[in-house]
C-alpha cells in the first residue's frame, strides 16, 4: 500500500509564492497534483512522468506552476507562483501506473491534502 504525504502550502497574498511538495514518490509511476476548492469537484492541476520527467499541465496554471521531482529526496514538488484567489484549495497529491492526464479516476493513490489559501 502506497501512503502519499504532502508537505508545504499555507497562506499566501495574491502574486506571492508558495511549494507544496509530496512524498514517499512512487518512481515507476506518474505523480500528479489535483486541487479541490469549497463547493467545486477536483481538478487535475499538474502531473510528471518519473522516468521521462514529461510534464503535464492545466491551462489554468500553466506559466505559473512547476511541477519537479527530487531523486535525492524522493519527492515530487510544485512550485506555485504568481498564485491568485483563486488558486485557494485543497491540493492533493496522486500517483497512476496508467495516465500522465487529467482523469482522476485513473489515479490510483492518494494524498490527505494540504490547504493553500491566497488572499486578494
Known amino acids: 500500500q502506497v501512503r502519499l504525504v504532502e508537505s508545504g502550502g499555507g497562506f499566501v497574498q495574491a502574486g506571492g509564492s508558495l511549494r507544496v511538495s509530496c512524498g514517499p514518490a512512487?518512481?515507476?509511476?506518474?505523480m500528479g497534483w489535483f486541487r479541490q476548492a469549497p463547493g467545486k469537484e477536483r481538478e487535475f492541476v499538474a502531473s510528471i512522468i518519473w522516468s521521462t520527467d514529461t510534464t503535464n499541465y492545466a491551462s489554468s496554471v500553466e506559466g505559473r506552476f512547476t511541477i519537479t521531482r527530487d531523486s535525492a529526496k524522493n519527492t515530487v514538488d510544485l512550485q506555485m507562483d504568481s498564485l491568485k484567489p483563486e488558486d485557494t484549495a485543497v491540493y492533493y497529491c496522486?500517483?497512476?501506473?496508467?495516465?500522465?492526464?487529467?482523469?482522476?479516476?485513473?489515479?490510483?493513490?492518494w494524498g490527505q491534502g494540504t490547504q493553500v489559501t491566497v488572499s486578494s
Open positions: 496522486a500517483s497512476s501506473s496508467r495516465t500522465n492526464g487529467r482523469d482522476a479516476s485513473l489515479y490510483d493513490y
Open positions: 512512487v518512481r515507476t509511476f506518474v
